[in-house]
């Protein structure tokens, strides 16, 4: 065993609060992160969750929850394409809830085809959910929206409500369909006919939604729907495209995204000063056990490995705290339906962040360490 794992292993005590402030640095840019992605993920949910390769939308579009209008026969113009295999329309509209109570609420209407194996499908609808839909003025929410549109969440008890004004009722409850833009309500293109008031409306979609041919590449056949298309009907995109789009909306325009961003940067910063000094201290606090090192003949080179290889292991041992930290915190969200998403990436720089932290901040207490000398014994 080396050195510097005695020293650890043996004063414990003195370097804890060094591995709680790494680890407490990385919870903290993880649980921002984490609760941004998760956002972001809310406002592509429909683009994620369906299985449509192509979508087209108004030409202005620039985020999937700023839905336009396009007319509805684009679907028949895109299977003049030969990579496209199938194609439907997916329509959002506003509507006007109201529960047991009377209480309005703004909910987004999502008329899909109620068949399972549609591409407005989503995934959550799938197993018998969709199918549910084919009886005439029944609708799906989320889980997550059960008590804010007072629907019981077990997703057995059948409620009555009022939408525009129309009698309908709700036959499941989904898990995952949450959106931080607006309450997603799901009911099929034929139910959504009889809510609609103006007549044209029934001629246009919101999306027209296509799946292509195994092989194909989705990045050209978008290319080529640009010239197939009438100049100014819709803007051609593959799913990832649009969905990653959304998301720099988001990010970028709407201001959410750049406080959150804000604060994490803020509050990672905070966490990496308090780590620095934590560390330092600690080094700072063993200066006369180093000087009796140094009164025996230890170079200040081999006594500078020894902290900076502490500084390492705190570092590791403060990320892998880290991760069951946050393993915690997510199963905390999902359990609450707190959107909260993380990639590997994300993690592996935060673990990565910490680790150089903790072994700067024993690199800047290298300084006190040169400058010592054996006489601080007679302090």
Same mark, same amino acid.
Request: hydrophobic fraction near 50%.
């Given at each position: 065993? @080396?050195?510097?794992?005695?020293?650890?292993?043996?004063?414990?005590?003195?370097?804890?609060? #060094?591995?709680?402030?790494?680890?407490?640095?990385?919870?903290?840019?993880?649980?921002?992160?984490?609760?941004?992605?998760?956002?972001?993920?809310?406002?592509?949910?429909?683009?994620?969750?369906?299985?449509?390769?192509?979508? /087209?939308?108004?030409?202005?579009?620039?985020?999937?929850?700023?839905?336009?209008?396009?007319? @509805?026969?684009?679907?028949?113009?895109?299977?003049?394409?030969?990579?496209?295999?199938?194609?439907?329309?997916?329509?959002?509209?506003?509507?006007?809830?109201?529960? @047991?109570?009377?209480?309005?609420?703004?909910?987004?209407?999502?008329?899909?085809?109620?068949?399972?194996?549609?591409?407005?499908?989503?995934?959550?609808?799938?197993?018998?959910?969709?199918?549910? /839909?084919?009886?005439?003025?029944?609708?799906?929410?989320? @889980?997550?929206?059960? =008590?804010?549109?007072?629907?019981?969440?077990?997703?057995?008890?059948?409620?009555?409500?009022?939408?525009?004004?129309?009698?309908?009722?709700?036959?499941?409850?989904?898990? =995952?369909?949450?959106?931080?833009? &607006?309450?997603?309500?799901?009911?099929?293109? $034929?139910?959504?006919?009889?809510?609609?008031?103006?007549?044209?409306?029934?001629?246009?979609?919101?999306?027209?939604?296509?799946?292509?041919?195994?092989?194909?590449?989705?990045?050209?056949?978008?290319?080529?729907?640009?010239?197939?298309?009438?100049?100014?009907?819709?803007?051609?995109?593959?799913?990832?495209?649009?969905?990653?789009?959304? $998301?720099?909306?988001?990010?970028?325009?709407?201001?959410?995204?750049?406080?959150?961003?804000?604060?994490?940067?803020?509050?990672?910063?905070?966490?990496?000063?308090? &780590?620095?000094?934590? /560390?330092?201290?600690?080094?700072?606090?063993?200066?006369?056990?180093?000087?009796?090192?140094?009164?025996?003949?230890?170079?200040?080179?081999?006594?500078?490995?020894?902290?900076?290889?502490?500084?390492?292991?705190?570092? #590791?041992?403060?990320?892998?705290?880290? /991760?069951?930290?946050?393993?915690?915190?997510?199963?905390?969200?999902?359990?609450?339906?707190?959107?909260?998403?993380?990639?590997?990436?994300?993690?592996?720089?935060?673990?990565?962040?910490?680790?150089?932290?903790?072994?700067?901040?024993?690199?800047?207490?290298?300084?006190?360490?040169?400058?010592?000398?054996?006489?601080?014994?007679?302090?």
């Amino acid at each position: 065993m @080396s050195l510097a794992l005695i020293i650890l292993r043996h004063d414990w005590r003195r370097f804890l609060p #060094a591995l709680l402030s790494v680890s407490f640095a990385g919870v903290l840019m993880l649980v921002q992160l984490g609760l941004l992605a998760g956002m972001f993920g809310t406002v592509t949910v429909l683009a994620d969750t369906m299985a449509a390769d192509l979508w /087209l939308t108004a030409p202005a579009v620039r985020s999937i929850d700023q839905a336009a209008d396009i007319p @509805s026969n684009l679907a028949a113009l895109l299977y003049s394409h030969p990579a496209v295999i199938s194609s439907e329309t997916l329509t959002l509209r506003d509507a006007s809830w109201r529960g @047991s109570s009377g209480t309005p609420v703004p909910v987004t209407l999502v008329g899909i085809s109620p068949d399972p194996a549609a591409l407005s499908c989503p995934q959550a609808l799938r197993t018998s959910l969709c199918a549910a /839909l084919a009886e005439p003025d029944s609708v799906v929410v989320d @889980s997550s929206e059960a =008590g804010k549109l007072e629907v019981p969440g077990d997703g057995i008890t059948s409620t009555t409500v009022e939408i525009n004004g129309h009698r309908l009722h709700v036959v499941g409850v989904s898990t =995952g369909l949450r959106s931080i833009g &607006t309450t997603y309500v799901f009911l099929s293109r $034929q139910s959504l006919r009889g809510l609609l008031v103006d007549e044209a409306a029934a001629d246009t979609s919101s999306f027209v939604l296509a799946s292509l041919r195994p092989g194909s590449l989705a990045t050209t056949v978008v290319t080529e729907l640009a010239a197939l298309l009438p100049a100014g009907s819709a803007k051609a995109w593959t799913r990832d495209a649009l969905s990653g789009q959304s $998301q720099r909306w988001w990010l970028e325009e709407s201001g959410v995204g750049a406080g959150f961003l804000f604060s994490t940067v803020l509050g990672l910063l905070i966490a990496v000063v308090i &780590t620095s000094q934590t /560390l330092r201290s600690v080094v700072l606090g063993q200066l006369r056990e180093y000087a009796a090192f140094r009164a025996i003949g230890v170079p200040p080179s081999k006594l500078g490995a020894v902290i900076v290889e502490q500084s390492a292991w705190i570092g #590791a041992a403060g990320g892998l705290l880290m /991760l069951v930290v946050v393993a915690a915190v997510s199963v905390m969200a999902a359990r609450f339906q707190v959107p909260f998403a993380l990639q590997a990436g994300g993690i592996a720089a935060a673990f990565t962040i910490g680790l150089l932290t903790a072994i700067g901040s024993g690199l800047l207490a290298l300084r006190e360490l040169y400058r010592l000398q054996p006489a601080e014994l007679l302090r």
